[in-house]
């Protein structure tokens, strides 16, 4: 099952991609991924005691794309970690 994100951040270690609000997961390097970009990803593993999502960037969805559907996220402020996630 594939998911759609947001690029939120590259760094030496890793693609941080945004799957929703206040949900973000650590993906492999992939070389055409840039901040802001749409991507398709798969979980390739969660850790709920450590509160990690591991992905794996599977394509850039391309904007001009007919089927592209915008996923504007609206994050939210919270002033403390969830305390439990629900997988």
Do not use: M
Request: net charge neutral.
């Amino acid at each position: 099952c594939t998911y759609t994100g947001i690029v939120r951040g590259n760094t030496a270690y890793g693609v941080f991609v945004a799957l929703d609000s206040n949900l973000v997961g650590l993906a492999d390097e992939y070389e055409n991924a840039k901040q802001g970009d749409v991507v398709s990803v798969i979980v390739r593993k969660i850790n709920p005691e450590a509160r990690k999502i591991k992905l794996k960037i599977i394509s850039v969805v391309d904007h001009k794309d007919p089927n592209y559907i915008d996923t504007d996220f609206k994050y939210l402020d919270l002033k403390e970690i969830p305390r439990d996630w629900k997988f």
